[in-house]
């Protein structure tokens, strides 16, 4: 239980709920446990009217209104013998039926508030459960927002989504289920064992002698029950992302033909779902023979005991009737002991695995809770960054600075560190050592939402959302600015491809945008970034997949745009850097050049080098 104290505190931010479910509950079972009591008194009543008509008494027998009736006439206030016609000269039988009658009705209202109250305790309870599922959702999808990049790069995705869903829906069935039922089969137990208790102590002993054993059977059936049902859960896990996997592949897959060993592996996973499932189902045939079985045990008990103490006139037959109702009432509620248990041990699993995620703390915390502007000085002095999961050094010793207005490009092979300088910029992680300054103050010491709402980054993982292309522009602004959002395309070179389609920027993306071409993200990408107008552009090598006249085209709109903010472009492509005020050559985390283009040439090294050989490749693809 130590996992679940973490919802202590929506306990008692509902506690209220919990306070009127428990009087609905008590309401509920106090109807339940005043319908017995008219079942016994109506068989011995019927029992002695019988007797007194065989013995041809009907005139001298005199009606002894049942306690459990006179109960409710007085709260009408209305006389017995009127209602039921006594003294008006009415046969007995007459009198008896009206009796009958009166027995049914006051039966069928208990019964019926039984229900109304029992509908509260839902309306209560189930919905506090509905309520706190609801707020803990909520808390765990906001603290996965104030996690770290690094964080993400520990755990994969379809995790964070189970822990989300799976764990939190078995947790709400702890707050819900598990809370109702413990708290009806204490106060149905103390009701029904004390008023059993006041009819035969020894009797109610006999008939109470199963449930225990009733409630243990449960108990190990419901463990295996949980754990067949864990290992089919499992597999279709596995289904589902066997399925997602093979339609958001479906390019790669239909290009490799790899179409029939798809679906022999996802024929053998269904396969193995098949068996699980049939495993499960054959222990949950088990689980209702088993709760009938020990019920008939019971009510075998309760007769044969019962019908020995009756006939030494110890109880009435009305007595067993009785019993026997309370039996099968007091049934369920031991039955769900161990079904109660099964929900309690799954919720602690689920809360301990959500708990890990909630107590772990980000390493990016906002120091400064001043929002301010941000004019987009960058200093770099001598950073170091090693990411703290691989222990792979990525920055060694990096220095410089860019003022507003200028463009920085950052030019290196794969692997030289350049998305790793971008993202330190954004404050996705902080340096190991060195200090990296925005306007003069250290970047730790900035407010994080002020940074971020300055910045337009595009990774080079393009990556769009299942919705319309206007939306996807406009992500980053607040509002709906139709023009700002067309603007931002006709600079990103894409309004053109954009308004040939059906329905324009109405468009809808597919998964990942997977209806446009690598160019087109790209460039929607980029109408993203420039539609918030930043004061810091990054652009994290997300021209590669257009061709040199558009390069030319958005790069163009980028001089004008980003003439007083400050731009930096990472890419591999000298064509796209050379434009920049000052560049960086990159190699295994060092710059090892710096300059403007023609400073880089006339250096004979590493740029120039890089510079060759694509002026080689670039008239060897015009030749062709």
Same mark, same amino acid.
């Given at each position: 239980?130590?996992?679940?104290?973490?919802?202590?505190?929506?306990?008692?931010?509902?506690?209220? +709920?919990?306070?009127?479910?428990?009087?609905?509950?008590?309401?509920?079972?106090?109807?339940?446990?005043?319908?017995?009591?008219?079942?016994?008194?109506?068989?011995?009543?019927?029992?002695?009217?019988?007797?007194?008509?065989?013995?041809?008494?009907?005139?001298?027998?005199?009606?002894?209104?049942?306690?459990?009736?006179?109960?409710?006439?007085?709260?009408?206030?209305?006389?017995?013998?009127?209602?039921?016609?006594?003294?008006?000269?009415?046969?007995?039988?007459?009198?008896?039926?009206?009796?009958?009658?009166?027995?049914?009705?006051?039966?069928?209202?208990?019964?019926?508030?039984?229900?109304?109250?029992?509908?509260?305790?839902?309306?209560?309870?189930?919905?506090?459960?509905?309520?706190?599922?609801?707020?803990?959702?909520?808390?765990?999808?906001?603290?996965?927002?104030?996690?770290?990049?690094?964080?993400?790069?520990?755990?994969?995705?379809?995790?964070?989504?189970? +822990?989300?869903?799976?764990?939190?829906?078995?947790? +709400?069935?702890?707050?819900?289920?598990?809370?109702?039922?413990?708290?009806?089969?204490?106060?149905?137990?103390?009701?029904?064992?004390?008023?059993?208790?006041?009819?035969?102590?020894?009797?109610?002993?006999?008939?109470?002698?199963?449930?225990?054993?009733?409630?243990?059977?449960?108990?190990?059936?419901?463990?295996?029950?949980?754990?067949?049902?864990?290992?089919?859960?499992?597999?279709?896990?596995?289904?589902?992302?066997?399925?997602?996997?093979?339609?958001?592949?479906?390019?790669?897959?239909?290009?490799?033909?790899?179409?029939?060993?798809?679906?022999?592996?996802?024929?053998?996973?269904?396969?193995?779902?098949?068996?699980?499932?049939?495993?499960?189902?054959?222990?949950?045939?088990?689980?209702?023979?088993?709760?009938?079985?020990?019920?008939?045990?019971?009510?075998?008990?309760?007769?044969?005991?019962?019908?020995?103490?009756?006939?030494?006139?110890?109880?009435?037959?009305?007595?067993?009737?009785?019993?026997?109702?309370?039996?099968?009432?007091?049934?369920?509620?031991?039955?769900?002991?161990?079904?109660?248990?099964?929900?309690?041990?799954?919720?602690?699993?689920?809360?301990?695995?959500?708990?890990?995620?909630?107590?772990?703390?980000?390493?990016?915390?906002?120091?400064?809770?001043?929002?301010?502007?941000?004019?987009?000085?960058?200093?770099?002095?001598?950073?170091?960054?090693?990411?703290?999961?691989?222990?792979?050094?990525?920055?060694?010793?990096?220095?410089?600075?860019?003022?507003?207005?200028?463009?920085?490009?950052?030019?290196?092979?794969?692997?030289?560190?350049?998305?790793?300088?971008?993202?330190?910029?954004?404050?996705?992680?902080?340096?190991?050592?060195?200090?990296?300054?925005?306007?003069?103050?250290?970047?730790?010491?900035?407010?994080?939402?002020?940074?971020?709402?300055?910045?337009?980054?595009?990774?080079?993982?393009?990556?769009?959302?299942?919705?319309?292309?206007?939306?996807?522009?406009?992500?980053?602004?607040?509002?709906?600015?139709?023009?700002?959002?067309?603007?931002?395309?006709?600079?990103?070179?894409?309004?053109?491809?954009?308004?040939?389609?059906?329905?324009?920027?109405?468009?809808?993306?597919?998964?990942?945008?997977?209806?446009?071409?690598?160019?087109?993200?790209?460039?929607?990408?980029?109408?993203?970034?420039?539609?918030?107008?930043?004061?810091?552009?990054?652009?994290?090598?997300?021209?590669?997949?257009?061709?040199?006249?558009?390069?030319?085209?958005?790069?163009?709109?980028?001089?004008?745009?980003?003439?007083?903010?400050?731009?930096?472009?990472?890419?591999?492509?000298?064509?796209?850097?050379?434009?920049?005020?000052?560049?960086?050559?990159?190699?295994?985390?060092?710059?090892?050049?710096?300059?403007?283009?023609?400073?880089?040439?006339?250096?004979?090294?590493?740029?120039?080098?890089?510079?060759?050989?694509?002026?080689?490749?670039?008239?060897?693809?015009?030749?062709?």
């Amino acid at each position: 239980m130590r996992a679940l104290a973490h919802l202590n505190k929506y306990l008692w931010k509902y506690k209220y +709920r919990i306070i009127l479910g428990t009087v609905f509950i008590v309401a509920t079972n106090l109807f339940k446990i005043y319908s017995p009591r008219i079942i016994q008194e109506a068989f011995d009543l019927m029992k002695e009217s019988l007797e007194a008509f065989d013995q041809g008494n009907t005139e001298n027998f005199n009606i002894a209104i049942p306690n459990t009736i006179q109960l409710v006439l007085d709260l009408f206030g209305l006389s017995a013998n009127d209602v039921l016609g006594v003294g008006s000269g009415q046969p007995f039988s007459e009198t008896l039926v009206n009796l009958s009658i009166l027995l049914a009705v006051v039966y069928f209202a208990a019964a019926i508030f039984s229900g109304i109250f029992l509908f509260f305790t839902r309306q209560t309870i189930i919905i506090m459960s509905r309520l706190i599922e609801y707020d803990l959702k909520n808390e765990v999808f906001d603290h996965y927002q104030k996690l770290s990049l690094a964080f993400y790069r520990r755990n994969n995705t379809g995790d964070l989504m189970n +822990r989300i869903s799976e764990d939190v829906s078995k947790v +709400r069935m702890y707050l819900g289920p598990a809370i109702m039922y413990t708290i009806n089969l204490v106060i149905l137990s103390c009701l029904a064992i004390y008023a059993m208790v006041r009819v035969n102590l020894e009797l109610t002993l006999y008939v109470l002698l199963p449930l225990p054993i009733l409630s243990i059977s449960i108990y190990y059936v419901s463990s295996m029950i949980n754990k067949r049902s864990e290992k089919v859960q499992k597999q279709q896990a596995h289904l589902s992302t066997l399925v997602q996997e093979s339609l958001s592949g479906i390019r790669v897959l239909k290009a490799y033909n790899r179409q029939k060993s798809t679906q022999d592996k996802f024929t053998d996973a269904c396969n193995t779902y098949k068996i699980d499932a049939l495993s499960l189902v054959k222990v949950e045939a088990l689980f209702m023979p088993a709760i009938i079985l020990l019920i008939g045990l019971s009510t075998v008990i309760t007769i044969y005991a019962g019908g020995i103490k009756a006939i030494n006139g110890e109880i009435t037959l009305g007595n067993i009737a009785e019993f026997v109702i309370y039996v099968n009432m007091l049934t369920w509620p031991f039955a769900s002991v161990g079904w109660v248990t099964s929900l309690v041990q799954q919720a602690a699993a689920s809360q301990k695995r959500i708990n890990e995620f909630l107590h772990t703390e980000p390493e990016i915390v906002n120091t400064n809770a001043v929002e301010h502007g941000v004019n987009g000085k960058i200093e770099f002095d001598q950073v170091t960054f090693t990411y703290p999961d691989s222990g792979i050094t990525a920055l060694e010793d990096v220095s410089f600075n860019i003022e507003p207005g200028q463009t920085l490009a950052i030019i290196g092979r794969t692997g030289s560190g350049k998305s790793t300088l971008a993202n330190l910029i954004c404050r996705n992680y902080d340096a190991t050592s060195g200090e990296i300054r925005v306007d003069g103050k250290p970047i730790e010491d900035l407010n994080l939402n002020s940074l971020r709402s300055n910045l337009g980054y595009v990774p080079q993982d393009v990556f769009l959302f299942s919705d319309t292309i206007a939306h996807n522009i406009g992500f980053g602004i607040d509002g709906d600015d139709h023009h700002l959002i067309e603007q931002a395309a006709k600079e990103a070179d894409v309004y053109n491809n954009i308004v040939d389609f059906p329905k324009g920027f109405e468009t809808m993306l597919g998964e990942r945008g997977i209806n446009l071409s690598g160019g087109q993200k790209q460039r929607v990408s980029i109408a993203r970034a420039l539609a918030r107008r930043p004061q810091i552009l990054i652009l994290d090598d997300c021209l590669s997949a257009v061709d040199t006249e558009t390069e030319e085209n958005i790069l163009g709109h980028l001089k004008h745009i980003m003439s007083d903010r400050t731009t930096v472009i990472i890419s591999h492509r000298v064509s796209t850097v050379k434009m920049a005020d000052q560049i960086l050559v990159l190699d295994n985390g060092k710059i090892i050049e710096s300059g403007t283009h023609q400073d880089l040439l006339n250096q004979d090294g590493a740029y120039n080098l890089i510079y060759q050989q694509q002026l080689r490749e670039d008239k060897k693809a015009q030749a062709l």
